[in-house]
């Protein structure tokens, strides 16, 4: 009986990835009544999916229950680390558990503890699929290149940056863009389906040659041109960028620039590393120059408005009218 603990913010390929595990255990006779599906934001239905597991498959084939957004590794619950214990000890051979969560399961729960003492029938396999954090660039361009290796594409990693810049890191949309360049590249050098290398050439002649980055977006309030700004981050936006992750690159970033804005320039780069969580003093200086017009007012009254801006997208309002509303009103 396998446990598949499935976690990451790339939604596409997490769902991909239980596609590929329905697709490979149960009977396309047998899967309306051998695949339930349950939300672990309702505490009914976490403790219903844990009883669906206990059910052996109807006709050939194995079962499969699916907890999204499953809260047993994530949050303390006795309730729930209780069932689950029980249940994980008499599993059905037949039987698969898919428990998916966008957040990585915290090892400080007594739940996720059990998983190591589980018996050797209970197989657990963990897949995490993340997308790079938006600042960090070599993470990007691994991920990029992996997708890219896994389409029989070589793309050079200079090119790579230059492919992000373009179409951003959604997974759906990075993997439809990708396989529309090796048709164009097929097509182009009169091949079928073999082994292509998009080179900086192709990827201008293939995608929207706008580079919009955070790092972008930070300049441009750091110069206090917001119109730039809310066009960048309108850009990021409409290729797919998860409004939350921007806020929170923005913010980290942000932080980091006013703490640098508002410590002595004589302090000791050590100290300042600490505070802002710099791995590489050589940075201090640079981030000083960015800094050096900005008003410590300024930069705090940004750090405040990218707060309301997440709190108001976690509320479920439009990001793009949040983003706009909030930095329109900034003043030096």
């Known amino acids: ?75 303390k619950n006795q309730e729930f680390q209780s069932k689950f214990e029980i249940v994980a000890n008499n599993f059905p051979n037949t039987t698969y558990l898919i428990l998916q969560n966008t957040n990585k399961p915290d090892a400080r729960i007594k739940s996720t503890k059990l998983l190591k003492q589980m018996p050797e029938k209970v197989k657990i396999i963990e897949s995490d699929f993340n997308v790079p954090n938006i600042w960090n660039k070599d993470a990007q361009i691994n991920y990029v290149e992996e997708i890219a ?55 201008k002649a293939i995608f929207n040659d706008h580079q919009s980055t955070i790092f972008k ?39 980091i620039y006013t703490i640098v804005k508002l410590l002595n320039k004589d302090q000791d780069s050590t100290q300042i590393c600490a505070l802002a969580n710099i791995s590489n003093p050589k940075r201090i200086f640079f981030m000083q120059k960015k800094v050096r017009y900005c008003k410590p007012k300024y930069l705090i009254n940004v750090m405040i408005k990218l707060l309301n801006i997440e709190a108001l997208i976690k509320r479920g309002n439009n990001p793009k009218d949040v983003f706009t509303e909030n930095l329109m009103t900034l003043t030096s």
């Open 1 to 75: 009986m396998p446990i598949h603990i499935i976690w990451g913010d790339d939604i596409n390929a997490c769902n991909k990835e239980i596609d590929k595990i329905i697709n490979n255990n149960v009977s396309k006779d047998w899967k309306a009544l051998n695949i339930s599906r349950f939300n672990g934001e309702d505490h009914n239905q976490v403790m219903v999916a844990l009883e669906e597991t206990q059910s052996p498959p109807m006709g050939d084939g194995s079962r499969i229950v699916i907890l999204n957004n499953n809260p047993i590794f994530n949050c």
């Open 149 to 203: 290796k896994n389409k029989n594409i070589k793309i050079e990693q200079k090119e790579i940056s230059y492919l992000i810049d373009s179409i951003g890191l959604n997974s759906s949309n990075l993997n439809n863009e990708l396989d529309k360049a090796k048709l164009y590249l097929n097509a182009k050098n009169n091949v079928h389906n073999s082994a292509v290398t998009l080179n900086n050439d192709d990827i």
């Open 217 to 255: 977006i930070l300049d441009s309030l750091l110069e206090m041109s917001i119109i730039n700004s809310l066009f960048e981050i309108h850009n990021l936006l409409n290729q797919g960028e998860p409004p939350l992750r921007l806020t929170a690159g923005l913010i980290s970033q942000m932080r």
